[in-house]
């Protein structure tokens, strides 16, 4: 078995990185439940430097920083990245009209130390 440095190996295609897609699902499961439960705030600083560390991640894979930008920035990744979002906070308990509900997601996650709840914080 050959190890190769990332930049090396073969780009998939942003939406293919998995490191990538899953961070940017935690921040975006994140961002929904602090913006839906009135009692869990984000831990900003925490959240751009994760941001900031799926960045480097796919510079380092050997990336530019337009591909990157064309990627945060494409209607339909959004879409369908906070769609993914969605479906793992329902899976989760999240129930749409029921902001207690975010809350609960948004404790046990804290609590349970996860990618998500590091971005989180209760008031």
Not at 58 to 74: P, R, S
Not at 83 to 111: F, Q
Request: aromatic share 4%.
């Amino acid at each position: 078995m050959v190890f190769l440095p990332e930049k090396l190996m073969a780009k998939q295609g942003l939406p293919e990185e998995t490191h990538v897609t899953e961070g940017l699902i935690a921040i975006s499961m994140a961002d929904t439940v602090r913006t839906i439960c009135p009692s869990i705030d984000a831990r900003l600083i925490t959240a751009f430097i994760y941001l900031n560390s799926l960045k480097e991640h796919a510079l380092d894979l050997g990336y530019t920083v337009e591909e990157i930008k064309a990627f945060i920035n494409n209607k339909n990744e959004k879409e369908r990245l906070l769609e993914i979002a969605g479906a793992r906070l329902s899976t989760l308990g999240a129930i749409t009209e029921s902001a207690n509900s975010y809350c609960a997601v948004g404790l046990s996650e804290i609590k349970a130390g996860s990618d998500i709840g590091k971005l989180l914080k209760a008031n």
